[in-house]
């Protein structure tokens, strides 16, 4: 049972990949941090000693804080944190109870290099419809929650990639990391190379996966998430905007198949004598 401001692990997994997870900082320190250079879904790295200095880019948000252990670290971070008027709890346990319990974890590795505002940087074809929606859902959810999007068209992503330091996904090109593989999406590419292949996002990415590359026999689901695709596509003209309501949608599919695939649903229901 988890004791006063902390959370246990089981109960966070609960919360992360949702929209109402609360921003998760890691505070371990570089040595601990190097003896296993991965991160709990969706956190973000933040120096300790300095939690006075950054503690104000989280107002209006609550926070779990993360050290090694769960001990001094992360409770004296959370406790500045409360401080400074921000509700913030610790892992019960921390890194070590997470990785412990076999939950996934991001190799720092994989995450491309960030801007100086912490974010990372990313760029693909203008006009997304089923993939280049999936895989900023994904990235937003699990791996780096203000990550920004450049949706151009196709000639220019090259130049954005050098200009800007971004990096290109789902878009054809020799020595594109992040794009399709065989007869994987770059979805499902994500999922893999993040360290992200749980059970439920690995059943959303065959679904994903119908969908985008026209193989609707994947997967029941492949048929509305390309229809709810393509009528997203239908009503926005800005690739951002549409991004924003894609979000919502994947959301919802992923609850499903992480909460719901035993659910059904009939009305009316088919009661003798009626």
């Given at each position: 049972m988890s004791s006063f401001n902390t959370i246990s692990a089981e109960k966070l997994a609960?919360?992360?990949?949702?929209?109402?997870?609360?921003?998760?900082?890691?505070?371990?320190?570089?040595?601990?941090?190097?003896?296993?250079?991965?991160?709990?879904?969706?956190?973000?790295?933040?120096?300790?000693?300095?939690?006075?200095?950054?503690?104000?880019?989280?107002?209006?948000?609550?926070?779990?804080?993360?050290?090694?252990?769960?001990?001094?670290?992360?409770?004296?971070?959370?406790?500045?944190?409360?401080?400074?008027?921000?509700?913030?709890?610790?892992?019960?346990?921390?890194?070590?109870?997470?990785?412990?319990?076999?939950?996934?974890?991001?190799?720092?590795?994989?995450?491309?290099?960030?801007?100086?505002?912490?974010?990372?940087?990313?760029?693909?074809?203008?006009?997304?419809?089923?993939?280049?929606?999936?895989?900023?859902?994904?990235?937003?959810?699990f791996v780096d929650p203000n990550a920004v999007f450049l949706f151009v068209p196709t000639s220019e992503v090259p130049g954005v990639v050098e200009r800007f330091g971004a990096t290109p996904f789902d878009i054809d090109g020799e020595g594109i990391f992040w794009s399709h593989r065989g007869e994987l999406c770059t979805f499902d590419v994500m999922v893999e190379e993040f360290g992200l292949g749980t059970n439920p996002l690995r059943r959303l990415a065959l679904i994903v996966r119908g969908a985008d590359t026209a193989r609707l026999d994947l997967a029941p689901e492949s048929s509305g998430l390309l229809a709810a695709s393509l009528g997203l596509s239908r009503m926005y003209s800005d690739d951002l905007a549409q991004l924003e309501a894609g979000l919502l949608l994947y959301d919802a599919f992923y609850r499903w198949c992480r909460d719901a695939t035993d659910e059904t649903h009939n009305w009316p229901s088919k009661k003798p004598g009626t």
């Open positions: 609960r919360l992360v990949g949702t929209p109402k997870c609360p921003v998760l900082i890691d505070v371990r320190t570089e040595e601990d941090f190097e003896g296993d250079p991965r991160l709990i879904p969706g956190s973000i790295r933040r120096p300790f000693n300095t939690v006075s200095d950054w503690a104000h880019d989280f107002t209006d948000r609550s926070a779990i804080v993360i050290c090694q252990k769960g001990l001094k670290l992360s409770h004296g971070v959370a406790a500045w944190l409360r401080h400074a008027g921000i509700p913030a709890n610790t892992l019960e346990g921390g890194s070590l109870a997470w990785a412990r319990a076999n939950l996934p974890m991001v190799p720092t590795a994989r995450i491309p290099p960030r801007d100086l505002q912490g974010r990372t940087i990313w760029v693909t074809r203008s006009r997304p419809k089923i993939d280049r929606i999936a895989c900023p859902w994904l990235i937003r959810r």
